[in-house]
């Protein structure tokens, strides 16, 4: 399978995990990357947003193992039920 990302993903070890708040219009909310790259990042999110946009500017503030918290911004670009 051909894989079309731009930027490699990485998935953060269970003993260092990354950390991402999300900040939305209508949310706030701290969870963890399941994968990232410079790209993006996977987050599995055990409920919905309510107030979430697809495609609506979010602010992020991530937090990398051992390194100091910064700012970014984003958009939300997929939503969906993708595990059982």
């Known amino acids: 399978m051909e894989n079309k990302r731009r930027y490699i993903r990485v998935r953060p070890h269970e ?3 990354v950390e991402i708040q999300l900040n939305g219009v209508d949310f ?3 969870l963890y990357a399941e994968d ?3 790209g993006g990042a996977r987050i ?3 409920h ?3 107030g979430c946009t697809i495609d609506a500017a979010i ?3 991530i937090t990398l193992p051992e390194y100091r918290s910064f700012k970014a911004r984003g958009r939300i670009r ?3 039920n ?3």
């Open 15 to 17: 003993w260092a995990p």
């Open 28 to 30: 706030l909310d701290i």
């Open 36 to 38: 990232i790259s410079e």
């Open 44 to 46: 599995n999110v055990p």
């Open 48 to 50: 919905e947003f309510s």
């Open 59 to 61: 602010d992020l503030v």
């Open 78 to 80: 997929h939503v969906g």
């Open 82 to 84: 993708t595990r059982t």
